[in-house]
Structure formats: structure tokens, C-alpha cells
T-cell receptor, first 112, second 110 residues
Framework: DTGVSQNPRHKITKRGQNVTFRCDPI?????LYWYRQTLGQGPEFLTY????????KSRLLSDRFSAERPKGSFSTLEIQRTEQGDSAMYLC??????????FGQGTRLTVV | QKEVEQNSGPLSVPEGAIASLNCTYS??????FFWYRQYSGKSPELIMF????GDKEDGRFTAQLNKASQYVSLLIRDSQPSDSATYLC??????????FGPGTRLSVLP
């Protein structure tokens, strides 16, 4: 399968714990996006990378969120001191140009 | 604030009918528009994109774009129960990222 891969698929964590998600984009894609989606809403932009450079972060992204894309390959999204409001589906997408972006399966986070 | 608006639905159509999904956007700077299908509990799946005024057809799907009216639509011909899903409209944000609408739930009744 050469699509976008995200791990883990599901994560349950206690409030206050840190969590890290991983995204492996389609291999030739230089752009990688992170979105968050809650029930009944469309995906909400968090941040994106072109190669290893993080070019934009949403103002909605608090300091507890950090993302990296070392060497322009896979990316990680870390949430520190999780809160119940962080419960959502975290989606990663990649594209080779600003035309088509393809999403991974998502990571569903539940903070209890 | 760039916004993409959609009627949340649900939109119900009988099997075999044409489903018409609509989307409006606030930013005239948006150049490309995308339609994604999302089944419950799954991630969005790209159906098609359009960046020129007019119609673009792909199988049973036709996307329509009217930049003067800031309006995008998706027509699904010969709707099938398997088309029942949420359809997300998205616009590009000056080539930086994508802005999504809330989605329209479509229900195709057998």
C-alpha cells in the first residue's frame, strides 16, 4: 500500500499525558498537512510542511502542540498535557503540489 | 477569515436520482476547489477537483465552478446507496493549505 499511513489508528490517554502520532506520506510527496476533525465538523487545519520546513501553523494550535518532519520524510505530531478538548480525529494528508491532497486513515484520540 | 459553507443536510434522494451538493466560499483568492467523500468513521477520500469556471465530469460525478458567484457544486448522477456519505467541499488558501466546509450528509434511499 503506497498511500498515506498513520499510526496509531486509535489512542486512549489520560488527561495530562503526552501523546505522539506518526504520519508517513506518499513517498514522492513534498507537502504534508495535519488536520483535526471533530464529530459533525469539517477538517480543521493545524499545520503543514514543505519538505522539512514547517511553513504555517494555525493560530488555533496551542503551545501544547508541536510537529516535526525531520529530513522531509515522515512527520510526528505531539500533544503535551492532553485535555479532554483534544479528543478528535487527527488527519494527515500529503500532496506533490498544491492540487490534490490525499489523506491517511487518521488517528482517533480519546482523552479520558 | 476564509470560509467555506455547506448545507449540513441530511440531503435525501432516491436511488437512481441526481444528487446536487452545493458549496459557497468567501475568498475570491481561492483558485482550486476539491470535493471529498467521507464515510462515517473513515478519513476523507478525494473525488475530484476543479479550478476553471464551468463543468468537469468524471464518471457519475460532475463538479461545477462559478467564480463570479463564488459557488461550487457537485452532481452525482444515478445515485447509489453506496454514495451515502458526508461530502466535504474545500478551497485552497493561496496555495498554502486547504479550507474545508462542514460537509453535507447525503442519504441515498433504496
Amino acid at each position: 500500500d503506497t498511500g498515506v499511513s498513520q499510526n496509531p489508528r486509535h489512542k486512549i490517554t489520560k488527561r495530562g499525558q503526552n501523546v505522539t502520532f506518526r504520519c508517513d506520506p506518499i513517498s514522492e510527496h513534498n507537502r504534508l498537512y495535519w488536520y483535526r476533525q471533530t464529530l459533525g465538523q469539517g477538517p480543521e487545519f493545524l499545520t503543514y510542511f514543505q519538505n522539512e520546513a514547517q511553513l504555517e501553523k494555525s493560530r488555533l494550535l496551542s503551545d501544547r502542540f508541536s510537529a516535526e518532519r525531520p529530513k522531509g520524510s515522515f512527520s510526528t505530531l505531539e500533544i503535551q498535557r492532553t485535555e479532554q478538548g483534544d479528543s478528535a480525529m487527527y488527519l494527515c494528508a500529503s500532496s506533490s503540489r498544491q492540487i490534490e491532497a490525499f489523506f491517511g486513515q487518521g488517528t482517533r484520540l480519546t482523552v479520558v | 477569515q476564509k470560509e467555506v459553507e455547506q448545507n449540513s443536510g441530511p440531503l435525501s434522494v432516491p436511488e437512481g436520482a441526481i444528487a446536487s451538493l452545493n458549496c459557497t466560499y468567501s475568498d475570491r483568492g481561492s483558485q482550486s476547489f476539491f470535493w471529498y467523500r467521507q464515510y462515517s468513521g473513515k478519513s476523507p477520500e478525494l473525488i475530484m477537483f476543479i479550478y476553471s469556471n464551468g463543468d468537469k465530469e468524471d464518471g457519475r460525478f460532475t463538479a461545477q465552478l462559478n467564480k463570479a458567484s463564488q459557488y461550487v457544486s457537485l452532481l452525482i448522477r444515478d445515485s447509489q446507496p453506496s454514495d451515502s456519505a458526508t461530502y466535504l467541499c474545500a478551497g485552497d488558501n493561496y496555495g498554502q493549505n486547504f479550507v474545508f466546509g462542514p460537509g453535507t450528509r447525503l442519504s441515498v434511499l433504496p
